[in-house]
């Protein structure tokens, strides 16, 4: 009887141990889908901000402008740091360094002139599923493997989906006539400048300003 009595007692207590522990883990599963509820709105929030800049470049070369949309709204810190560049100077009189047909490779952004150069820092990459290289005419920044983003950035002339999920995007051309320009640069030509426009571009940057001071010390020594 005695024994009985102690085996109930037991399981008792084991079975509440397991009410308990079930309830905790059941506590922390609903709080992380709390917390990622929050994270998920606050990033929608972000991107819908992002996407109001209404951004543009204007790539001046030796041939023409380029005009291109850019897409914070899906590669932020990459656009941002192609913006800061641009409006800092870094890009101007630089030549492009790859071109290559008929893969239809236009690409610049290098301070060395060989493919080697970059800016002394790096941006990981910002890829989304709807964003692709299956129509032409693309501005994406170029890398050294994943991770790996700093000056350099390259057009498509032609659709290239073998790119897709390996390149960040950053923006498109606006019309043929910006895809005819690119078609027709050479390795001599040069970008003249680079201007940003958009809606309270400042505004945009200052999202970034911990990026802005860290970019802006690797370029004081780089220089």
Known sequence: MLVGILLLLILNIGNAKTVKSQKK???KSETKQKVDKKEDKANEKFLKEMEDFRMEAV???TKGDINVFLYPEAAPKNVANFVFLAKNGF???LSFSKITFPE???QGGDPVGDGTGGTGYLVNDEIVKWLNFNTEG???MAN?????NSSQFFFTAI???KFNGKYTIIGGTKTKDDLNIIKSLKIEDKIITIDIKGYKINDFLNYFSKETKEWSSFLRSYR
């Open 25 to 27: 883990s059941k506590s």
């Open 104 to 106: 239809a490779i236009v």
């Open 91 to 93: 890009y101007d009189g």
């Open 159 to 161: 659709p290239a989906p």
């Open 144 to 148: 050294k493997g994943p991770n790996t």
């Open 59 to 61: 790539i001046r070369t």
């Open 138 to 140: 693309m501005l994406a």
